[in-house]
């Protein structure tokens, strides 16, 4: 069984701390956009938001990305493959009744995680991913073939999550919103 937490941090704001499992899945499933961190060799990591697919075995998360065949994500990959990555949905901003600046919130939801980048080559495997990113953005599993041609020359990165937790900051339901 993976983790889902996060061993080496502890969370400031437990009352924030997703621990659920199904909600957790939800905000992956309604986010679009994944923003992923990849070490460089000075002191910066390189951040990057691009969008994904995912898929869970059990509650083993995969996340995969598309992009070029080439360029500097892949080359950072190829030197170091520890990548971490944050995913936020159901944003929105809280403007109080009042005057009071410090009463100013903003709503979300929020994954972050932890994994390994692997540079996918075999073809299946790359067609499987780009099938779970449509299937991600569009909502279902799109018919039609995809060129082996094509295949050969999109580039796919599968992460291999290690370990992930989440927060918010949820909006009240009701009429105190």
Same mark, same amino acid.
């Given at each position: 069984m993976k983790k889902r937490k996060m061993e080496d941090m502890q969370m400031r704001r437990t009352d924030r701390e997703i621990t659920d499992l199904t909600t957790m899945e939800q905000i992956i499933a309604n986010g679009h956009v994944i923003t992923l961190g990849i070490n460089t060799a000075? #002191? #910066?990591? +390189?951040v990057v938001p691009t969008n994904y697919g995912y898929e869970f075995d059990q509650d083993k998360l995969t996340l995969y990305i598309h992009g070029a065949? $080439?360029?500097?994500?892949r080359t950072l990959i190829q030197a170091d493959n520890? $990548?971490?990555?944050? /995913?936020? *949905? &159901? *944003?929105? @901003?809280?403007q109080p009744n009042d005057d009071k600046l410090s009463h100013y919130s903003y709503f979300y939801?929020? /994954? +972050?995680?932890v994994g390994k980048a692997v540079l996918v080559s075999d073809l299946t495997e790359k067609e499987h #991913?780009?099938? @779970? $990113? @449509?299937?991600?953005? $569009?909502g279902h599993d799109v018919p039609? &073939? /995809?060129?082996p041609h094509d295949l050969k020359y999109v580039g796919v990165i599968r992460i291999d999550v290690a370990s992930f937790t989440g927060k918010q900051h949820a909006q009240p339901s009701g009429p105190e919103k």
């Open positions: 000075d #002191a #910066a990591p +390189y065949p $080439v360029g500097k994500k520890r $990548v971490s990555f944050n /995913i936020v *949905t &159901n *944003t929105a @901003l809280y939801q929020s /994954i +972050y995680g #991913a780009l099938r @779970l $990113v @449509l299937k991600h953005e $569009v039609g &073939n /995809i060129d």
